[in-house]
């Protein structure tokens, strides 16, 4: 049989096997069957690039059907790169099988945003949906997702462009806002630059980034993210900054990790941390969603977001079971999986419930998305924030 599929074996091979993976996948309890964690999908990978199995439709389902919440490389003790092989495993299936027509207009979409046109409809949009007196809009999608959706800012990409001058400056930021904060949750970003602001930190906006690209790399569309990497190296190459600045562990692991900066790329949350900002609270209680990619991508330590919860003088913390557990969103995931994407979130929901917090605080747009959605549909009554716009809110 032909070995004609291009996956990084020596990566796969340093899994040893141990079924740690299992523990914290949050696709295999609604699967159950070897090829549902990380340890299975890897092992098919292998079979696949030694020619002992064919590269199949069912077994290209397998692999579609991973979050790439990337939790078994945080808890791996073998290092195993994970990520890698299924990125490169899932560009070879779309060149072999095809993309998918819901997972290839999603992509897309991405990167007709950030076009010039895609800007101006997205404000468009907002300014009319600014009419309409819901938050959200329920939003059916064609492969039977369902989901409340955030209504488009009438200041999409407001910040495009602009410095944001600190008082006494001890350093220069570029913020990379990420596609979600350009076009749904822009005060969100106005609230990120206020921080820095008030920790010292001049902001810089560039006019002209473009998606991050990975969601492209996750789904293994390798030669957009190229593209998509290649065209923001260029444009930040353009402004004077110290590091990089992100409110979207997302968007901030793929500058860490596949753009070959060689300045430092860090949460907004870390900066805040080390500031000595002070903040006041309405009496609160509050709980902790920790997105995965925060600790599997980016490396944050859960002690910067509880340090600074903590640091809300008259609120509390109640902290959840299972604080880093998946959402269930994990981008196109919920949309091509609807059916387990909503298993998980439930699941997520009842834990943060338990709680009995009137606030949950994350610091992923997506998270902040799903956790909203899930909050409706289960009707629990919680309000779902980012942790930027809670800070900026109390600040003293």
């Known amino acids: ?91 070879k299936q779309r060149e072999s099988l095809g993309q998918g027509v819901v997972k290839g207009m999603g992509l897309k979409a991405l990167e007709l945003l950030q076009s010039k046109a895609g800007r101006q409809v997205v404000r468009f949009t907002g300014k009319v949906m600014e009419l309409l007196p819901l938050e959200d809009i329920k939003t059916p999608f064609p492969t039977g997702a369902v989901k409340f959706m955030p209504k488009p800012t009438s200041k999409a990409f407001g910040l495009r462009g602009k410095v944001f001058r600190a008082g006494q400056e001890k350093g220069k930021l570029l913020f990379f806002t990420g596609c979600m904060i350009d076009a749904f949750y822009g005060e969100t970003g106005e609230n990120v630059i206020k921080l820095m602001n008030n920790a010292g930190y ?30 923001n190296l260029k444009e930040m190459e353009k402004y004077e900054f110290d590091g990089v600045v992100v409110a979207c ?37 509050l709980t902790f969603h920790v997105p995965c990619h925060s600790y599997s991508a980016m490396k944050v330590k859960d002690e910067v977001f509880y340090g600074l919860m903590g640091r809300i003088e008259e609120d509390w913390v109640k902290k959840a079971e299972k604080d880093r557990s998946c959402c269930g969103f994990a981008g196109l995931f919920s949309i091509t999986n609807p059916k387990m994407s909503d298993q998980i979130q439930k699941e997520k929901i009842e834990d943060l419930k338990n709680t009995q917090a ?26 779902v924030m980012h942790l930027a716009d809670y800070l900026a809110e109390n600040l003293v």
């Not at 001049?202 to 593209?227: M, Q, R, W």
């Not at 692991?253 to 900066?261: F, K």
């Open 358 to 383: 009137d606030i949950v605080l994350t610091t992923c747009p997506g998270c902040v998305l799903n956790l909203r959605d899930g909050t409706k549909k289960h009707k629990t009554g919680q309000e």
């Open 1 to 91: 049989m032909e070995k004609f599929l291009e996956i990084p074996l020596d990566l796969a091979q340093k899994c040893v096997k141990c079924g740690l993976c299992k523990s914290v996948c949050p696709t295999y309890p609604y699967i159950e069957e070897e090829a549902g964690f990380a340890r299975g999908r890897l092992a098919l990978a292998e079979m696949v690039v030694k020619g002992e199995l064919p590269l199949t439709g069912e077994v290209a389902k397998q692999w579609d059907m991973c979050a790439m919440c990337r939790r078994c490389e945080w808890i791996c003790p073998n290092k195993v790169e994970y990520k890698e092989v299924i990125a490169v495993a899932r560009d």
């Open 202 to 231: 001049t902001v810089v906006v560039p006019e002209d980034i473009k998606c991050c690209g990975a969601p492209h790399y996750y789904s293994g569309n390798l030669p957009a993210f190229k593209k998509l990497k290649e065209h």
């Open 249 to 285: 562990p997302t968007c901030g692991g793929a500058l860490q990790e596949d753009y070959g900066l060689e300045k430092p790329v860090y949460d907004f949350a870390e900066i805040v941390f080390k500031s000595p900002l002070k903040f006041r609270g309405k009496g609160k209680k």
